[in-house]
């Protein structure tokens, strides 16, 4: 079992910059960030798996960057240049399997950190 404990949402004006940590206990192989916005359906923000290989959505490439301290098993995304559409509830998503993390398929999952961001 993996657990998931996300921090580091907050309110910032559009600008603005913020740092979500992750915090997991367990092997993970591959890590990534969601968001949900109200109304709206849930986003694969940013991924990364074992080797340090990222992926991000085209709305957040240049702004947003995800990394991994492994020493710590935490999974980091700063998010920088905020704009009021990143506002959302942000959750972190761990895999373990191969297959899974190919498909970008998360089995665990945070219980989410809300980012707001005022025009």
């Known amino acids: 079992q993996v657990q998931l404990v996300e921090s580091g949402g907050g309110s910032v004006q559009a600008g603005g910059s913020l740092r979500l940590s992750c915090a997991a206990s367990?092997?993970?192989?591959?890590m990534g960030w969601f968001r949900q916005a109200p109304g709206k359906e849930r986003e694969r923000v940013a991924t990364?798996?074992?080797?340090?290989?990222?992926t991000y959505a085209d709305s957040v490439k240049g702004r947003f960057t995800i990394s991994k301290d492994n020493a710590r098993n935490t999974l980091y995304l700063q998010m920088d240049s905020l704009k009021p559409e990143d506002t959302a509830m942000y959750y972190c998503?761990?895999?373990?399997?191969?297959?899974?993390?190919?498909?970008?398929?998360?089995?665990?999952w945070g219980q989410g950190t809300q980012v707001t961001v005022s025009s």
């Open positions: 998503a761990a895999e373990v399997s191969v297959l899974y993390c190919i498909r970008k398929t998360y089995n665990y």
């Open positions: 367990g092997y993970t192989r591959c």
């Open positions: 990364i798996v074992l080797d340090g290989t990222t």
